[in-house]
Nanobody, 126 residues
Framework: QVQLAESGGGLVQVGGSLRLSCAAS????????VGWFRQAPGKEREFVAG????????EYADSVKGRFVVSRDNAENTAYLRMNNLGPEDTAVYYC???????????????????WGQGTQVTVSS
């Protein structure tokens, strides 16, 4: 399994932006598709965005389309989630996850991912 570590979370005001990073170790990230998920208190973990191993396929939850951008730099073994125009509803712990690049099943299903980071807190204040 690849090891993942998120960073970049923090406290931001409504309308602000953050960029989360997901650094991989133990294996080259090129072998993995990456997903971003979030979990707010009292809620289930939900899909935010996903990106294929090459970066050619990107998917977003409806709630973040037009505001969030997922990307990756395989040379740096890192994936990113750029979050713009943040609102209180975006407050959650954000996780990155990885699965085999050959897995073409539903990218939004957290059960299809084998490796998870520890999460990073994002808090949006009004």
């Amino acid at each position: 399994q690849v090891q993942l570590a998120e960073s970049g979370g923090g406290l931001v005001q409504v309308g602000g932006s953050l960029r989360l990073s997901c650094a991989a170790s133990g294996h080259t990230l090129t072998n993995f598709a990456v997903g971003w998920f979030r979990q707010a208190p009292g809620k289930e973990r939900e899909f935010v965005a996903g990106i294929s191993w090459s970066g050619s396929i990107k998917e977003y939850a409806d709630s973040v389309k037009g505001r969030f951008v997922v990307s990756r730099d395989n040379a740096e073994n890192t994936a990113y989630l750029r979050m713009n125009n943040l609102g209180p509803e975006d407050t959650a712990v954000y996780y990155c996850a990885a699965r085999d690049y050959k897995d073409y099943s539903d990218r939004s299903n957290p059960g299809t991912y084998d490796s998870w980071g520890q999460g990073t807190q994002v808090t949006v204040s009004s």
